[in-house]
């Protein structure tokens, strides 16, 4: 893991910047040369924050409080025009409505899906809550995309301290968990997510990030046209119910082959459902695992992880219904693409894939980069 977070895990947060929104709407707050903050709404009682992170470049990435959403990722295309490349809402009342699929947010505690939401630690079994065909997904009714996470900005550069203490029980998952994210923009044009959790009792953890991509920035209404590459030789095959059946196949000579660049739309209609599948790097360690690239704008985006798979999935499920879209848009099937890097789906019910379980004493910590750029 990076030095920042051994730092950050010993550091006296009471030595952090003091940081609170303007009361004033209409008012940004300035905490350093490039961070900025604004209200964003009200949720309860509680003061949701829109946070801006800027670099020397230019590019933008906006993050709120609530779920540690990113609002907004803009970066230029080809001829220099910025434009934002992620889906979105105009309001925090997007983010609360009813079947929301995730957009920006941060997941856990165990992203993707459990089996029929349950499973053992040695005899113990745990039953979650269920959303999700009888399965348990992305944390559940109250995951912690639909909290309210304890934002720090942290002195010295462009980043966010995200906190969250996830009780005992919380969704039917043991042990008080504490989390941490931070969000860093570099001048390299990189968004870097880095995790560290910890726990009082074994638990399964999976943290990932749910942004929805779309490198044209509202140019093209679908991502059929985007190239994706993933240096994935095997994927986990799954049930009609989206849960893996226990093994990893190879992708040679199969729609799921994108260890060389493809066209997303090509083959997509060889698969059931469209792409929703956990992909299987060979690799160990933070490094290059794929790219993925609009020919149209010439936007690329190169993606980093520690993390051993990556969940692609190309909004199958969006249908044009959503309320409050960014700028009056109506996201309709496959406008937004997710690439979520993670562990794999119901690992905790899968005895041959990677551990999932965080033990006391143990650091959960994950790191994965977006790098933004054109060709």
């Known amino acids: 893991m990076l030095n920042k977070l051994s730092t950050i895990m010993a550091y006296s ?37 829109q946070y801006t992170l800027t670099n020397a470049n230019g590019m933008v990435v906006k993050v709120l ?7 907004d990722i803009i970066t230029a295309d080809k001829d220099g025009t ?24 941060l997941v856990g505690r165990y992203a993707n899906r459990i089996a029929k939401a349950t499973f053992k630690i040695d ?24 909290v309210v996470w304890s934002v720090t900005p942290l002195p010295g550069d462009s980043s966010l301290l995200l906190e969250y203490q996830s009780k005992d029980g919380e969704e039917g998952y043991p042990g008080n968990l504490s989390a941490k994210v ?15 959790a910890t726990t009082d009792k074994p638990t399964p953890i999976n943290l990932t990030q749910h942004t929805y991509f779309n490198l044209s920035a509202g140019k093209s209404p679908d991502i059929l046209n985007h190239e994706l590459q993933l240096d994935a030789p095997g994927y986990t095959p799954v049930d009609d119910g989206l849960i893996p059946l226990g093994r990893i196949d190879s992708v040679k000579g199969t729609p799921m082959d994108f260890t060389t660049p493809q066209r997303i739309g090509a083959r997509i209609d060889s698969v059931k459902g469209g792409y929703d599948h956990n992909w299987v790097f060979a690799k160990e360690g933070l490094a290059q695992v794929g790219t ?11 993606i980093f992880t520690s993390e051993p798979g990556i969940q692609f999935y190309t ?31 119901d690992s905790p ?5 990677p551990t999932t379980i965080l033990k006391p004493g143990e650091k959960y910590t994950q790191t994965t980069i977006y790098q933004f750029g054109v060709k």
Do not use: W
Not at 324 to 340: D, H, I, P, Q, S
């Open 65 to 71: 409080n609530y779920g540690g959403v990113i609002t």
């Open 123 to 146: 005899t113990a079994t745990y039953q979650l809550a269920v959303n999700n065909n009888g399965n348990a997904l992305h944390g559940g009714l109250k995951g912690f995309d639909k």
């Open 13 to 49: 947060f009471s030595g952090l910047l003091a940081f609170s929104a303007c009361n004033n709407a209409a008012e940004e707050k300035k905490t350093g040369t490039m961070l900025t903050s604004q209200p964003y709404g009200n949720l309860a009682g509680t003061e949701i924050v």
């Open 315 to 345: 909004g199958n499920f969006l249908d044009g219904s959503l309320k409050f879209a960014r700028n009056g848009t109506t996201y309709g099937k496959n406008a937004g693409l997710c690439l979520e890097a993670q562990h794999f789906p």
């Open 182 to 196: 931070i969000y860093t923009l570099t001048d390299q044009n990189a968004l870097k997510i880095e995790y560290v």
């Open 292 to 302: 993925l690239h609009d020919p149209a704008s010439g936007r690329l985006m190169t």
């Open 82 to 105: 910025p434009g934002n490349v992620v889906l979105s809402y105009d309001t925090l009342a997007g983010y609360l409505q009813p079947g929301n699929p995730y957009f920006g947010t």
């Open 349 to 353: 019910n899968q005895p041959t894939f």
